[in-house]
Structure formats: structure tokens, C-alpha cells
């Protein structure tokens, strides 16, 4: 976890939240930013496709490289001699590369049912600062109306009202 603090600028939060409850927006906006996302990172950079690294691959981009395997595939398969460890190595790296999306596309969906809720509760703290104003507003209402009656009251005793 220590490594995580050091990722990326404000991953330290990771550390400052381990081992607790997930219940404010900051710390779903924490866990979607730094830690799924440097999960998703080294996942991709540990993936290789046909010798090369898969680092920097998204969901979507990966669908291109499965599409491409599979052609490969389909070609060794239906070449004369069929080339079956070619075949095989190829459905190697399909298979890897079918779990990294789907990796990816659990990741992203996290990340994004995260930081939804991080946006929601930025709403949230604007309509709790909104709320202590308007009864902040409405308790100098109350004074300055019971300052009005005071007033009407004292000013007719002394007969200035």
C-alpha cells in the first residue's frame, strides 16, 4: 500500500483511508482515482499480446486487438497445413487479452459508480452549506422580528409609535 501512496500526486489518501469504512464522497473519489485506476495501469502493463506490452490498453481499444486475434486465429486454422501451435499461441493471447477487457470493463464501470457518488455528494455538502445559510438568514429574521415588536410595543408605552 505504501507503493500506491506513491503512484500518482494525492494517492497518499489511500493510506489515510486503509482499513476504513467507505463513507464519503472524498473517499470513493480516492479509491476510483488511485487505487482501481493503478490496478487497471499495472493489469494492462503486465498483459502482452503477441510479445508486446499491453500497457495503456482501454476497454475499448482492446477490442480491436481481440478482433485482430481472432482473425490470426481463423487464418492458422484455415491455412494448408493448418498451423495449430501458431493457432494455440494465438488463442493464448486472446484468452489474456478477453480477461484484461474484461478487467477493464469492471474497472471502469467502479470507477465510474464511484465518482458518480463523489459528484453527488459535492451536491450534497453545496445543499448542506446552502441549508446553514438559509437558517442562519432565518434566525436574524426571527431577532430583527422580534426586534420589530419590541419596538412597536416600547414605542407606544412612550407614545412615539
Not at 500506491?4 to 473517499?27: F, H, I, P, R
Not at 486465429?73 to 480477461?99: F, M, N, S, V, W
Not at 457518488?117 to 438568514?137: E, H, M, P, Q, R
Amino acid at each position: 500500500l505504501r507503493d500506491v501512496a506513491k503512484w500518482k500526486d494525492g494517492s497518499k489518501c489511500l493510506v489515510e483511508n486503509a482499513g476504513k469504512l467507505m463513507e464519503t464522497g472524498k473517499q470513493a473519489e480516492c479509491y476510483a482515482k488511485y487505487f482501481i485506476a493503478m490496478h487497471m495501469a499495472r493489469s494492462a502493463s503486465n498483459a502482452t499480446v503477441e510479445g508486446k506490452s499491453l500497457a495503456g490498453a482501454t476497454y475499448a481499444t482492446l477490442g480491436a486487438t481481440r478482433s485482430g486475434l481472432s482473425t490470426k486465429i481463423a487464418a492458422a486454422k484455415a491455412a494448408t497445413p493448418p498451423r495449430t501451435d501458431e493457432a494455440a499461441a494465438l488463442q493464448k493471447d486472446l484468452d489474456g487479452a478477453t480477461a484484461l477487457r474484461s478487467t477493464m470493463q469492471t474497472g471502469e464501470t467502479l470507477r465510474g459508480l464511484l465518482l458518480t457518488t463523489y459528484g453527488f455528494s459535492i451536491f450534497g455538502d453545496k445543499a448542506g452549506l446552502a441549508a446553514t445559510v438559509c437558517y442562519g438568514v432565518a434566525g436574524l429574521l426571527v431577532l430583527l422580528s422580534a426586534a420589530g415588536f419590541v419596538h412597536a410595543f416600547v414605542g407606544k408605552k412612550n407614545g412615539t409609535a
